[in-house]
């Protein structure tokens, strides 16, 4: 239940700051940009109808966009990128006229759609895709075989946008209400979309139609496609409703019975994070794994699957003693976080990652323990570098991460603050609410702080402040006298952010007090029964210096 406190938090200024001295292109604006020409209209549809050549590594196909006027308008972008061809783009079978610059396409429509109006565009192309030179890290089509040397192709395109392959309104903040995706691939292959699967179609040249289709919202560059030699198996899971889930699991054959085993570990998953947040968020169009010849991705519906069926990632990456898939818990902690709470904007994809990576903490927390989480949590501090702020540039779709701070970081201070609140049912609401409140739809950062600091009844922007908008992280200074068998604790905070002022649990193993620390304050409490000997801090994502108060 929310409190009556809520502030106007846009704290910006940090980040300005830092980023000031980045050199942006006209096309990183074009592409990052929430222009007056993607403003007018909003995207309700997309039916998307492609052929795939696998021996020219060639696509060839055709988009209609239905979208609503948001506001009066005789032109539009869309985005493809360059290296596409258009054949044409009609509206109602009339030829449009349109210019090209870099990735972005204007259309000029043949008057002034009024604001409330629907309308409908088809864009017909065709072209040899960017290759992924390391999906999915770096975006664009992937052409393998697999094991047996049959054909097997995906596409991963988080950073680069789904224009790489396919026309569309290429920006975060626009997701349609659903989507039909038809692929026509070589017949004996088999092509995994997101969605349902709908209907398989035998076509006389030698190829097969699948039809899918997405019945929930969904972010553009979450829409793939899988083509391969693949066998299908599936599996339900009940939610603690009742309710029944299709699993299903797309798979190479000779791994058929090493994917049923290996898989059995989702139902546990899937129930810890029903526990969290809810119910799976894509109910409808079920869960699915797809095996791909790169490492993961967070495809929704239709999660990319390439941790070749290994404990961790790759076998490693998690500790010893534990054994669960970290692509499976990753990704389909994603549909979540990055699918079901989607951000407007590049510059705050740690909404994405950071909660998603704090998902695996509480995957193991639910599994395991407490104690166990918080060794998984460890082995996540060695890849926090502090070199730039998690929250990235806004307008320019950002994808220059100087490191995985957005991912670990992230995650780390989500731990922090749940330190901080030193109330669980607290903090785990705060998530939770935070989820119900934006699911199916997109926010920012400034809209997690403003809800934190209504949810919580305090002001937490300082906290949130310091740790997305700076590199570097606070340091608590102390110093420790012991008076009998007290001890006196004397405690400040060093940050950047002025009034910083994030409580931390100290004392002893046998009793915890919590301490309200603030920047450039010393301040000065009594424990009662703690030995200095004994003193400890509840460890979160800050540096601590002792005896430096002088200093």
């Keep these: 239940m929310l409190t009556g406190l809520m502030l106007n938090v846009e704290f910006c200024a940090a980040q300005q700051d830092y980023f000031r001295g980045y050199k942006f292109t006209k096309a990183d604006s074009l592409r990052g940009t929430l222009s007056k020409e993607r403003r007018c209209y909003d995207v309700t549809f997309y039916d998307l109808n492609i052929a795939v050549d696998l021996k020219k590594k060639f696509i060839k196909g055709y988009v209609d966009i239905f979208f609503d006027a948001t506001e009066d308008f005789t032109m539009m972008q869309i985005d493809l990128f360059n290296n596409l061809k258009i054949n044409e783009i009609t509206y109602y079978d009339l030829p449009l006229t349109y210019q090209r610059l870099y990735n972005s396409v204007f259309v000029h429509l043949p008057g002034t759609l009024e604001q ?32 047996k040397g049959n054909p097997w192709v995906g596409v991963a395109c988080e950073g680069a946008g789904a224009s790489i392959w396919w026309p569309c309104k290429d920006h975060l903040s626009d997701e349609p209400d659903s989507m039909a995706i038809h ?56 939610a603690a409703d009742g309710d029944s889930l299709l699993l299903d699991y797309y798979v190479m054959p000779y791994n058929l019975e090493k994917a049923k085993k290996h898989f059995e570990q989702v139902k546990p998953m899937l129930a810890c994070y029903e526990k969290l947040f809810g119910k799976y968020p894509f109910w409808n169009d079920g869960f699915a794994l797809v095996e791909t010849k790169y490492l993961g991705m967070e495809h929704q519906g239709a999660i990319a699957y390439g941790n070749q069926y290994n404990r961790g990632y790759l076998g490693g990456m998690i500790p010893r003693d534990m054994d669960w898939d970290y692509i499976i818990v990753h990704e389909s902690g994603h549909e979540y976080f990055g699918n079901a709470v989607s951000v407007s904007d590049h510059g705050d994809m740690w909404i994405h990652e950071s909660f998603t990576t704090y998902m695996e903490a509480l995957y193991v927390e639910c599994m395991y323990s407490f104690k166990d989480a918080i060794r998984y949590l460890q082995t996540q501090k060695s890849f926090i570098v502090n070199n730039q702020p998690i929250v990235g540039p806004r307008d320019v779709n950002w994808d220059d991460f ?150």
């Design 116 to 147: 409330g109006s629907s309308a409908t565009i088809r864009v017909f192309y065709e072209g040899y895709p960017t290759e992924a030179k390391r999906a999915p890290w770096d975006g664009g089509f992937v052409w393998e075989k697999d094991e």
């Design 183 to 238: 692929v026509a691939v070589p017949r004996p292959l088999v092509a995994v979309c997101n969605g349902n699967l709908r209907r398989l179609e035998r076509l006389d040249n030698g190829y097969n139609l699948y039809h899918w289709f997405v019945s929930y919202p969904i972010n553009s560059y979450n829409v793939t496609l899988n083509i391969g030699k693949y066998i299908h198996f599936d599996d339900r899971y009940v």
């Design 402 to 551: 100087r490191g995985s701070d957005h991912y670990y970081k992230g995650a780390w201070m989500l731990h922090t603050l749940r330190l901080g609140l030193a109330n669980d049912d607290q903090f785990f609401g705060l998530l939770r609410g935070f989820y119900d409140q934006f699911k199916y739809t997109t926010c920012t950062t400034d809209d997690f702080v403003r809800f934190a600091n209504a949810y919580t009844g305090q002001d937490l922007t300082k906290i949130l402040e310091q740790y997305l908008r700076y590199p570097s992280i606070p340091r608590l200074t102390y110093d420790l006298e012991q008076q009998g068998t007290d001890l006196k604790v004397s405690f400040r905070w060093e940050a950047d952010v002025p009034g910083f002022d994030l409580p931390v649990m100290a004392g002893s193993e046998s009793k915890m007090y919590l301490l309200h620390p603030v920047t450039g304050e010393v301040r000065e409490v009594v424990l009662p029964g703690v030995a200095k000997s004994d003193f400890l801090i509840s460890e979160g994502l800050f540096a601590v210096k002792k005896k430096g108060l002088k200093g």
